[in-house]
């Protein structure tokens, strides 16, 4: 990023070259620029700033003011207490926690092990497994629910977190993907070494190569963890007596149907970790995505 | 661009990408590994090699086939019974699923639905273009703008359709908005069904604009810069550098993303199910799938549905390695 953005300016002698007229229409450009600028961050930032305002007003307060209006006091917490204890958000994001936790392991463990395997063995099948991950990434999940419905019926998880755990730790072929590149930087040598002095194939996995799939592991994380946190169709139908973080800010559409004050301080508290996560992890989010999706 | 597409959109992106001719070669070199072991031993020595990798696999590959491959081969099944989705018969009635599918006005008619979506992602890659090319030129506060553009697509479905709810709502915020314009008696954003897909198309535009934003201007820093260096000698300005470095640059992401856009705008479902449950002819082509099944109790035909729609992604992604051949998948 940085080498485009610090790129040294035109060479000066052209610039003292410039026409009056030239750099009136360079500046022109450049207001535009910036004003297109300002205008995104605005669409982008208006609707949730008006929500946030609408989560600090109270119920009475609510109707009788504007959106745009200040709320009377900005540490007016009690829709955020309301939201957080009848919204059972609480239960929601602890659900989400342990749903987010083990799929990610789950991940990891199972897709690097696959990655190891169609890495550094030549074995039968081997392109079989390829076409099976790469064909999987066609089927439009959500139409297909149709039908993993009634496979988790049948197996007894309905209604379970590990219905969910299952279904998000079926691991895609970018998490896979990833930790192949990844792996083909891993010199093959410290592997035949490591055999060498006599370890076994899931010696040189655990003690080698999972240590060094680390920034790949840290990608995965990323990009799987947005992707569950967010999720809302699988556990809506997989998961309706408990919630997660979605099903439960979905709820408020019910008791809390008026209550804009309520819902309002929901969707922030749902939103929150993200911006939190999103401060602190930004460069890796981008290169996360970059990366799975385009190299 | 939309909800089920982009979730799986980066997985789609990446199984159209070629992977780099290096790492490629060097994969295909079979010899890696077993390379290095020494040639025979016992039988069952060579049993245990054999299994060895099927092992590390076995994961993997066991969740693949029991929740993708066993429902999407139940899929073609229940397409052609009269499934109710609990009755212990199944009885087959041949292709009356799939004929209804394509006869009946209220599951044909969400196709038109589709449309909106697709205009909408238009708007969605030509902002993000904008946006990407701007931004990869120096500009002040440029990682501020790039965080507040791409964050939308970070946030929870289910909070973006609250957020929209509530910016949408009658006298609510865009009204008020468009009051100090002098724009009064503003339509009902979600109540009018001439309106409704368009305030839907816009919030997904609003929501998935920064995932195409962040992968344009991933691929526009991939180019040399010193090709613009070049060009800037040779007195070529910014729009002409656009056309003649930018866009052919990223000729492949731009394509890719026109083909999620396709499919995508197909299986739109998390906003306006969660916004309008499909209301005032808000329903899109998955949300009939799912009340079908769900609802209505018949999975046999939304089996066929869904069958339907996974042929069109199917056809659609073999067009564009037919436009794209460089983009062939080549994995093994």
Redesign the interface.
């Given at each position: 990023m940085s080498a485009v953005t610090t790129r040294p300016g035109r060479p000066s002698a052209a610039r003292s070259g410039r026409s009056t007229a030239s750099r009136l229409r360079g500046l022109s450009a450049t207001t535009a620029k910036y004003l297109s600028l300002v205008i995104a961050v605005l669409v982008t930032l208006l609707p949730l700033s008006v929500v946030l305002i609408a989560s600090l007003k109270t119920s009475q307060e609510y109707g009788q003011t504007g959106p745009f209006d200040p709320p009377a006091n900005w540490l007016n917490l009690d829709n955020f207490v309301t939201a957080f204890t009848s919204g059972e958000m609480l239960e929601g994001f602890l659900n989400t926690l342990v749903v987010l936790v083990v799929s990610l392991i789950g991940t990891i463990a199972l897709g690097t092990m696959c990655a190891y395997a169609l890495d550094r063995f030549a074995f039968r099948g081997k392109k079989l497994v390829f076409g099976l991950f790469l064909v999987a990434t066609l089927i439009p999940s959500v139409t297909s629910q149709v039908a993993t419905f009634q496979v988790v019926n049948g197996l007894g998880l309905y209604d379970t977190k590990a219905a969910l755990i299952l279904l998000f730790m079926g691991t895609d072929i970018i998490a896979i993907y990833l930790f192949i590149q990844f792996m083909q930087a891993i010199p093959v040598s410290l592997d035949e070494a490591a055999m060498i002095d006599g370890a076994n194939r899931w010696t040189i996995y655990w003690r080698i190569i999972l240590p060094l799939l680390k920034p790949a592991i840290a990608t995965v994380v990323i990009i799987k963890g947005i992707a569950v946190y967010n999720e809302f169709y699988l556990p809506f139908l997989y998961l309706p007596s408990e919630g997660l973080i979605s099903t439960s800010l979905f709820r408020f559409k019910g008791p809390f149907g008026a209550q804009w004050e309520v819902i309002a301080a929901g969707t922030i508290l749902v939103i929150i970790p993200t911006i939190i996560a999103f401060v602190l992890l930004q460069r890796w989010i981008y290169k996360g995505l970059t990366s799975g999706a385009v190299k | 661009m939309t909800d089920?597409?982009l979730?799986?959109?980066?997985?789609?992106?990446?199984?159209a990408?070629t992977v780099?001719a290096g790492?490629g070669r060097?994969?295909r070199g079979?010899?890696?590994?077993?390379g290095?072991?020494p040639v025979g031993g016992s039988a069952r020595g060579r049993l245990r090699r054999?299994l060895?990798?099927?092992l590390?696999?076995a994961?993997?590959?066991g969740?693949?086939?029991?929740?993708?491959?066993?429902?999407?081969a139940?899929?073609l099944y229940?397409s052609i019974t009269d499934w109710d989705?609990l009755d212990l018969t199944k009885n087959v009635i041949g292709f009356d699923n799939y004929v209804e599918v394509f006869t009946n006005p209220r599951i044909f008619s969400v196709f038109g639905v589709s449309l909106y979506y697709f205009a909408a992602s238009f708007v969605q890659m030509a902002?993000a273009l904008?946006?990407a090319t701007?931004?990869?030129?120096?500009?002040?506060f440029?990682n501020f703008?790039?965080?507040?553009?791409?964050?939308?697509y970070?946030?929870?479905?289910?909070?973006i359709g609250?957020?929209?709810l509530?910016?949408f709502?009658p006298g609510?915020?865009l009204d008020?908005?468009l009051g100090w314009f002098g724009l009064s008696d503003p339509p009902h954003w979600l109540g009018d069904p001439d309106i409704v897909n368009t305030s839907l198309a816009a919030t997904s535009v609003?929501r998935y604009t920064g995932?195409n934003f962040?992968?344009f201007l991933?691929?526009?820093?991939s180019i040399p810069?010193e090709i613009?260096?070049a060009a800037?000698l040779d007195g070529a300005n910014?729009w002409q550098q656009f056309w003649a470095i930018i866009l052919p640059g990223i000729r492949?992401?731009v394509g890719?993303s026109f083909i999620l856009a396709i499919?995508g705008s197909l299986?739109v479902?998390?906003i306006p199910f969660?916004m309008t449950g499909g209301a005032n002819g808000s329903s899109t082509f998955?949300i009939e799938?799912?009340s079908t099944?769900?609802n209505f109790r018949n999975?046999g035909l939304?089996?066929a549905?869904?069958v339907v729609?996974?042929v069109i992604?199917?056809i659609v992604?073999w067009i564009q390695r037919k436009v794209f051949p460089d983009e062939k998948?080549d994995?093994?």
């Open positions: - | 089920t597409a979730d799986t959109a980066p997985a789609d992106t990446r199984a990408v780099p790492s060097r994969f079979d010899s890696r590994g077993t290095a072991r054999q060895t990798p099927w590390f696999v994961g993997a590959v969740l693949l086939l029991v929740f993708t491959y066993w429902p999407a139940n899929l229940y989705g902002l904008y946006f701007i931004l990869s030129f120096s500009t002040r440029a703008f790039k965080g507040v553009l791409f964050f939308p970070l946030i929870n479905g289910v909070a609250f957020v929209f509530y910016l709502q609510g915020t008020t908005a609003w995932l962040v992968l991933g691929a526009i820093q810069h613009y260096e800037e910014r492949r992401v890719l499919s299986s479902f998390e969660i998955v799938t799912i099944a769900f999975v939304a089996s549905m869904a729609l996974l992604v199917l992604t998948v994995l093994t």
